[in-house]
Structure formats: structure tokens, C-alpha cells
């Protein structure tokens, strides 16, 4: 009997189970609140003790129409009472709304799992948009699962009938409804999404009743006799996890909350100048929420005015920092050349979706590391980093801000869609020992040109206009090296070329030693990662160390500069293996810079790692 039968078979015959990890989906249209269903079961989780990592993937469509499979919202989580650093591969349990929301969710449910099915949605118009011939609830399509078949629109409506809403708005209350009954299942709490529901709907107490209503029917019916003969009640220990203060974070606030730490840190206001891009603008969004910091927000006509917005802060003397998405940073381009030019600390964050063009708005993607390294007119270098995890992005934003006003250089941070909207328990740090990084401002007019730089890090001298004796102006065109004047000579811009590319290569300098974040200092194999590949490529380096086969975890934050002593690192290894969600950009990067001839693992799919996709990866790897 298989692990996948044996999970089945204790769930017919109705024991009550403890398991280690249990990864769930609710999926229905994107009008069907399965976001804020995810969002209220993570809370609650998060709250109960257990790791999580969350991915909620949208529909690219604002609207599509009711019931099509292009319209599917859906969200993800993985909790476990030990280490989790992915959203999990195959599902336990899928909620499914309709029929368009099974058909494109079904082949990530494990053999065995918990199928919950609105079954009042599939009707024969429904099953028709989804494009099915025939209803899987009948035609035994669905006999490899455990499928709980309740008719939610019926229950739901018997619900909050008391409160008059009307057939349309009552049926809103569907994932309240079904988020009860998932909560009854796995032990969860009300109270948090209860005191949730009053706060929103204070001012419409209909709506208020209504929702708390359908929350408690959903749970009661779980509970009942009924259910959980057929579906019994599951436990998921506590994880074991550093004493502290948590809060729940995804990406973008993590982010938010990095930029206002490197203002404090700094001591610098920060103008944070945008414009709204998907999966960007919600960074725009939290910050704007936080006006009692020293962050001032702008929301420009276009992209280049927000990139020259950042730029015209930073040379009042504060920190300037854009953000967008791939398309949108092509059309900064000439802005952030401009800052490289004139050499300001700029911090441009790049939230990665799938391309070209347009392409794929809600999907995640690192599709832009060339662009990042490379993607600009002339030889203008800046440094690069990128976040690993939603946590991670506090740190990333704050060495971001760092690196630029000690190094005078703008920083591209490459986050993702996925690391954007993903979420996971992050400890606070205590801001009072965080390290300070105050700029030096030029104070004396003896001796002062703008231009003039520092003997280690080749970076100019940071003048605020209206100091008295430092009057003085910059711009796009090229300046003498000795004068700052403008300056046509050829000797002269190929003097101040090589400095700039030389400031920049000096960055690496300041980067910390490469270590590796798991397995053998050397060996036949280390994977190297970047960005948001770190979770589940750490998570198979695990699983295959479990088996005492060797193979080692190595993952850059910075990948321009790239570190010093990376070649020296992967020098140890026979073989390197590099995922990426891409057609191979670092591992080229990586050959061309160390002459390691790594081999890639790409996938462009717009959708995150498998850990299952590494884990085969590196065995394959190992055994050829």
C-alpha cells in the first residue's frame, strides 16, 4: 500500500490525525474572495505556532468572466510544525468553487488528497466554460481522491437569508462559509477573523452579520456527525522556532518596512516616486500607508518622471527610490543611465514578472537579470541584488540604500511576483542595533568639486545644493575629470568610463564571504540559486543530503558585482548546477565572469520551483 493510500484510508476510516506539514489551496473565480479566504486562514495559522509560506496567484484579467479558467484566483499555503521555506508542491487539500477552478488546479493534488467541491457550482453552463464534456462529479474522473461533495451556494444562502442581502451579495459570503469548515478542520481560531469582520464592516452591519453568519455555518457544519465521520478533524504541532516577536509578512511590506529602516538608519528622508505597474504597485500602496515616517510618496505621470522624481531627491540631498516591473524599468532606462551619470544614490526595485511586453502581468519570473546588469545605453554598471524570501526583502532594501550612498551608484533590487505577494513569518529585528550607515555630506569649500572622489571607493563627494561654497550643478553630459566642467576630450571619457566601471567593481569589496548555506565546502556537486529559487532549491539540497549523497547549496544575493571569491567557491565543486526562471541569464553571467561552466535548470512557466523539479534535477546531476 502506498504512503498516498494509507493517508486515505485512515481519512475514510475517520481517525483523527496528526501531521507534520499540510499544504492547502482555495481556488474559485477571482470575485470569489479566495485571496482574503487565504489571507484569514494564514492569519489564524500563523497564530496557532505553525511555519508557513503562502503564494496567492492572481488571474492577469481585472475581471474575467464568471466560470472561464483564465479568471481562476487562487491561493496556497504550507504550514508545518518544522522549517518551511516553500508553498509546498503537491496539495493535501484542494478547494475547488467551480469547474473552472478544479480543471486548473486538479493536477496539483496529490494522489489520495481532500477534494472540496462547491457542487452547487456545477451546473451544466459552468462545466461548459470550463470546457468539460462531462460532469467530473459523476463520470468517476475523480475516484483517485477523496471528494467531499457540499453544496456551499445552498448552505450559504440558508444562512444569511435572516439578513436580506439579496441573492447576489449573499452569495459573496461563500468563502466565509468555506473558510469555516476548513478552520473546523485543522483546529484553527475565529476569534482573529471574527474581530476581523466586525472592524471592516463596522459602518454595514448586514454585511457584518451576514459574514459572521456563514463563518460559523461553515464551522458548525464541519463539526457536525456529518462531516466528520467522513472528513475528521487534523492537527498540526507547533514549530520550534527562535524565542521572539513575529508578525506575518509578505514581500512588498517586508520591502516597505526595509526602505523606512534604511531612512532611519540613515538618517535620510526618503522620496519613494512610482508608477502603477503590476505586480509593482503595491509598494506604492504600503508606503503611502506609513506617512508618520520620514518617507514621502509620488505617484508621477509616468515611469522616467518617477525614475527622475528619485533622481531630483537624491540630489537635494535624500534617498530617492522607484520601483516598476520589467516593462516599466526599460522605460526608466534613460533616467537611471542618467544617475549613473551623475553618479546619485538611487534605489530602483524591480518586482520580475513574465515577459516579453506585456506577457504574463500576474505571473512571477527572473527574466530580468540582463536587463538589470546590462540593459542600459553605454557602459553604465550600477550593483544588483536580489531578495530570497518575503522576509528577506527588509534586509536586501536596507544593504540597497547602503550600498548606494556609501558607493554613490544606483542599486537595482531584483524581487519577483512571487516573493512580492508571498508570505511568511518574519521575527522583528530591533532596530536599535542595526547597523548605522550615515552618509558624509561634503561640508568645506576648500578644495571642493563635485567630482571629487574618494581614494578607496571612487565615490564622489555628496553635496547638498545651498551649502554656501558648494554651489554647484551636474548633468547627462560628460564632465571633465579634474574640473567637473563639461568635457568633450576623448581621453578624458574614456578616464571617466573606466572610473565609473572601476567604482562599481570595487563594490565588491565591500560584499561579505561566500558561504554555503548548506552541505560540503566542496564535493561533485553544489546548486547555486538566486532570488526566489532559495527556498525550494534548499529544500531539495535537504532531501537529497538526507540520503548522504553529496551535493552542496550555495546562493548569491549579490549578482553585480559578483563576489569576489565565487570563482574560488565553485572552483571546490566538480559540478555546478544553476536553477533559474529564466532561459539560463546567470549561468552565463557566472560563465563568462568565472569561467565555470555550469549547467543549467530553467523554467519559464510563471510559476515558482517545484522542490520535487531540483530534488530530480540534482539526482539526475549526480548520477550521470
Excluded at 500500500?1 to 499544504?23: F, I, K, N, Q
Amino acid at each position: 500500500m502506498s504512503a498516498a493510500e494509507e493517508r486515505l484510508e485512515s481519512t475514510l476510516e475517520g481517525e483523527h490525525r496528526e501531521l507534520d506539514s499540510v499544504v492547502i489551496r482555495f481556488a474559485g473565480d477571482s470575485g470569489d474572495g479566495m485571496q482574503l479566504t487565504g489571507g484569514q486562514f494564514t492569519e489564524s495559522t500563523a497564530l496557532s505556532g505553525n511555519d508557513l509560506a503562502t503564494f496567492p496567484d492572481f488571474p492577469a484579467e481585472i475581471r474575467a468572466p464568471t466560470g472561464t479558467t483564465f479568471g481562476v484566483s487562487a491561493f496556497q499555503i504550507n504550514f508545518a510544525s518544522h522549517e518551511v521555506s516553500t508553498a509546498g508542491d503537491e496539495l493535501d487539500v484542494l478547494v475547488a468553487m467551480n469547474p473552472a477552478a478544479l480543471k486548473t488546479n486538479l493536477l496539483d493534488l496529490r494522489e489520495g488528497g481532500v477534494l472540496v467541491i462547491d457542487s452547487g457550482a456545477f451546473g451544466a453552463r459552468n462545466l461548459k466554460k470550463a470546457g468539460y464534456a462531462s460532469n467530473p462529479l459523476e463520470d468517476g474522473s475523480l475516484s483517485g481522491f477523496h471528494v467531499v461533495q457540499i453544496d456551499v451556494q445552498k448552505r450559504v444562502l440558508e444562512a444569511v437569508e435572516p439578513y436580506g442581502l439579496g441573492h447576489k451579495n449573499a452569495l459573496r459570503c461563500k468563502n466565509m462559509w468555506v473558510l469555516g469548515l476548513i478552520m473546523w478542520l485543522y483546529g484553527r481560531d475565529r476569534a482573529p477573523t471574527v474581530a476581523g469582520i466586525q472592524e471592516k464592516f463596522a459602518d454595514r452591519p448586514e454585511i457584518r452579520d451576514a459574514n459572521l453568519a456563514a463563518l460559523n455555518a461553515g464551522h458548525t457544519y464541519a463539526e457536525s456527525a456529518e462531516l466528520a465521520e467522513a472528513l475528521p478533524a487534523v492537527s498540526v504541532p507547533r514549530a520550534s522556532v527562535e524565542p521572539g516577536l513575529y508578525r506575518n509578512v509578505t514581500g512588498t511590506e517586508a520591502m516597505a518596512w526595509g526602505i523606512v529602516a534604511a531612512s532611519v538608519l540613515s538618517g535620510l528622508e526618503v522620496l519613494f516616486a512610482s508608477y502603477p505597474i503590476t505586480p509593482a504597485s503595491s509598494l506604492l500602496h504600503t508606503l503611502a500607508g506609513l506617512k508618520q515616517f520620514d518617507v514621502t510618496t509620488f505617484q508621477a505621470e509616468d515611469e522616467i518622471a518617477a525614475a527622475c522624481a528619485a533622481i531630483g531627491a537624491a540630489y537635494a540631498g535624500s534617498l530617492g527610490v522607484t520601483s516598476s516591473a520589467g516593462p516599466g524599468i526599460a522605460l526608466k532606462g534613460e533616467a537611471i543611465s542618467l544617475a549613473c551619470a551623475v553618479e546619485l544614490p538611487l534605489v530602483v526595485i524591480n518586482t520580475q514578472r513574465g515577459g516579453p511586453s506585456t506577457g504574463l502581468p500576474t505571473k512571477t519570473e527572473q527574466s530580468d537579470l540582463y536587463q538589470a546588469v546590462f540593459g542600459r545605453h553605454a557602459d553604465t554598471p550600477l550593483v544588483v541584488l536580489a531578495p530570497s524570501t518575503p522576509s528577506d526583502c527588509f534586509e536586501v532594501a536596507v544593504e540597497a540604500a547602503r550600498i548606494a550612498t556609501r558607493h554613490m551608484t544606483p542599486v537595482m533590487v531584483l524581487s519577483d511576483g512571487y516573493l512580492a505577494n508571498a508570505a511568511e513569518p518574519w521575527r522583528i529585528p530591533d532596530t536599535a542595533v542595526m547597523e548605522r550607515f550615515a552618509p558624509r555630506f561634503a561640508a568645506e569649500p576648500e578644495g571642493f568639486h563635485p567630482f571629487a572622489r574618494d581614494p578607496d571607493t571612487l565615490a564622489r563627494v555628496w553635496a547638498k545644493p545651498g551649502t554656501p561654497g558648494l554651489e554647484h550643478r551636474i548633468g547627462g553630459l560628460e564632465k571633465s575629470f579634474v574640473s567637473s566642467n563639461i568635457s568633450y576630450d576623448p581621453a578624458n571619457h574614456q578616464r571617466m568610463t573606466e572610473v565609473r566601471n572601476e567604482k562599481i567593481a570595487r563594490v565588491a569589496r565591500d560584499i561579505p564571504a561566500q558561504t554555503i548555506a548548506l552541505g560540503p565546502d566542496s564535493g561533485p556537486l553544489a546548486v547555486l540559486s538566486w532570488g526566489s529559487t532559495y527556498g525550494a532549491v534548499h529544500q531539495a539540497v535537504k532531501r537529497v543530503l538526507a540520503d548522504r549523497l553529496p551535493v552542496a547549496h550555495v546562493h548569491l544575493r549579490y549578482l553585480w558585482p559578483l563576489p569576489s571569491d565565487l570563482e574560488s567557491l565553485l572552483g571546490g565543486f566538480e559540478r555546478v548546477l544553476i536553477p533559474e526562471m529564466n532561459t539560463g541569464q546567470l549561468r552565463r553571467i557566472v560563465r563568462s565572469e568565472t569561467l565555470v561552466d555550469a549547467k543549467g535548470l530553467n523554467k519559464i512557466a510563471g510559476q515558482p520551483f517545484k522542490i520535487t523539479e531540483v530534488e530530480t534535477a540534482i539526482r539526475e546531476e549526480i548520477d550521470a
